[in-house]
């Protein structure tokens, strides 16, 4: 046992570019072991394309990639014994049976399921007599995350695991995920759906045309950012508006919104106390709004074209 | 109020949006279907100026017409109408026909199913309907497509034969015929499309119709000349039956235009009965847990192809036995006709080199259905598929491996059905017990040169995906070079270019084995290069 084990992933400038496209650009992830960690971006911004390269289905054209200590490319397989994968799209065979490809993928993994199928699919309530050409995106994508959720894996790497669920079985992978977690595996959940990642990861990162743009733990994240106060002073709040590190600042009578930046949210305060305060509630970011501060522009833009 | 209602929705009917459709696939297929439009032109352009140079004299002409009427040349050809006087017209009627139409019938059938349920099986279709598209639409688009490129076939072949200084009349005759029938199998496969769940299927059951017709045009003249009734239950008998350049008859391609008219009818009544992405059997449940067979890439990719497998075997039996039981008139027809013997250049056992051209026949199907398998597994990665097995313990060289070793196998298992089929018709129409291991041989010996096609096709999977379907101008060649040789005088390098080129024409000729280990050696060789390849290249590409 190392007394610093490496991370279950460690990606440093990881490049990529298909024919005219330059996928992934200086990307960076790190996934501590038994950590879930959230992997968040719109769709295009790389996602899929980094998952590929962890599972050496695409070649890295540059930076460093290392999957539970070894290189994704050249020891493929052995890597995948100690992994599993459920795709971002999932299509399955339409002849074969929902329960026929589930035991085929465990198969092909080569550990028995030990009886975790069972359970699984009674949990997941999906049918695994029904050819898969009769199921709906959701029931495919139940496939996917039975045969991965059936293996005894390290680590899972889901891409965008829950969009075809409703929201009873997003509670079931929910769950999932926290047992997993439990077990002692790490997970990579790359997902858009941000109440999920809030809701289960340690640790986020946020990557916008192939780089990431931010990482930390939640915690930390918020830390960088800005928290939203809501107020009401006895005396007029407008002179807060020309405080050093605050902005969006609205009042309506003697209620005063605005977000302060983290560094100065000492400084803000004093003053409002000395403005007579009646009440006060700071709220630190969501992380809807870490992911908006990196892709204000973007709305914005698109704002614009409407 | 509700009036105003209404008039607000604009007037849509079931064929909503078909010119958008049409339009939009012409742009999809422009290159695909300009290389078999001008293709076919120019084998037949070629064809007609070849056969004009080599067939010079009115005697030479008539040897040829002597070989046309014997049994193989009546199934490679057609019911030998104008042999008595066999000008150039006639001889292109007669013999080149068969294969244009065969291959418009491809073309046609293919294109229908890759724009119907094909896109059904992608899910585009359904993206399709919830637009402004009618119900009917997506059919409708897909048959004028068909429709539009068989046309084009049509005028390039008129245009040949005209400009070649054939009757025009005659020329215009041969050229609807040959497009006409193209649009029968065309809507042959708008049909299939709808009863079968899988485009695959679609296009399997389709092209199973079209052998049929084949076999039972072929039989049926052999039995008759000019043809029996049994021809006449053959589409691809109409387009013959014009008797163009010798006595044209407008009459038979009636018989194509109702069945396109039927068959048409038909795909949009199934079409409107049920749902999208649907066939017309309802799916059946199956066993909650895979069988200890399915947990390996041989496994799956067997199972895949078990429905496929096992329907082409059928077809190869039923192509085995027709040929088989046409030993008996081959050697009768050279009994009573010592001109006939002499114009064959009957050296040797007829039946002998009858069976060899059987087993060329057995190679093509075998080939055929190899390039298809491989090329499976390339759809398996574009459809997403490869991923969720490759993203498992399964490494790539056994994946790509065990598609090769499925091919292989599965076209040894359709020569051994179709070569015994053969033998064991022949050694009954012959009563020789004999002919069963002589027609046996005659397939078997093919084997080496199918396993190179197939390796061509693992190659491209392996090194270049994307140009995968290339390997199909192996397949192509090897028909053009397989069964035109002669027809067409290509010279011996163009023939060798051809795997099936280097195999001894078994039991006409000794087995000899230095050619078989040779192609062996190269299909190991191809197999090996895409392996390798394989393991460098990124998935999906």
Redesign the interface.
Known sequence: MNAVPSPAIEIRGLTKSFADVQALDGLDLTVEHGQVAGFLGPNGAGKSTTL?VL?????ADGGSVRLLGGDPWAD???L??RL??V?G?????????G???I???V????RPDGGRKAELLERFELD????T??YSKGNRQKV?VVAALAADVELL?LDEPTSGLDPLMEAVFTECIAEAKAEGRSVLLSSHILAEVEKLCDTVTIIRGGRTVESGTLAQLRHLTRNTVTAVTRADPAPLAGLTGVHDFTTDGHRATFLVDNEHLDAVTRELAALGLQSLVCAPPSLEQLFLQHYGDELAALEAVR | MSTTTVAAVPRSTAYTGTTTLLRAALRRDRRRLLIWVLSLGALTVYATVGLGAIYDTAASRQSRAAVMETPAGIVLGGPGYGTENYTLGAMIANELGLSVVIAMALMSLLLVVRHTRAEE?GGSAELLLSGAVGRRAPLLAALLVMALADLGVGVVVFAGLAGSGLAAVDSLALAVGWALTGIVFGCVAGVTGQVM??ARAASGTALAVLGAAAAVRGVGDILREHGSALSWLSPIAWAQQTRAFVDLRWAPLGLSVVLVAVLTTVAFRLDDRRDV?AGLVQ????????PPS????VG?LA??QRGTIVSWTAGLVVLGLTFGSLARSVVDMVADNPALARAVGATGDLSDGFAAAASTYFALCAAGFAVASVLRLRGEET???M??????????RRLLGAAAAVSAGAAALLLVAAGLADGVAASAALDDAGRLGAQLAGALVQLPAVLVVAGVAVALVGAAPRFAPLAWLVVVWALVAGLFAPLLDLPDWAVRLSPLGWVPRVPAEDVDVVPLVGLLLVAAALVAFGLAAFR?????A
């Open positions: 590929r599972l050496g289905l695409l070649r493929a397989v052995a995948h014994r599993a994968y795709p799209e999932v299509t399955l065979w339409p002849n074969l049976t329960g026929e490809v035991d085929l993928l198969r092909l993994h080569g695994p007599t029904k050819k050409r009769t996917a790497l | 099986d769940t899988q992405g799916p059946r449940r199956g066993p909650a847990a895979a399915l947990s390996g890439p799956l199972r895949l459809a997403g598929r991923e969720l097995l490759l993203a498992t313990a399964l490494e790539r460098r290249r990124d998935v999906p």
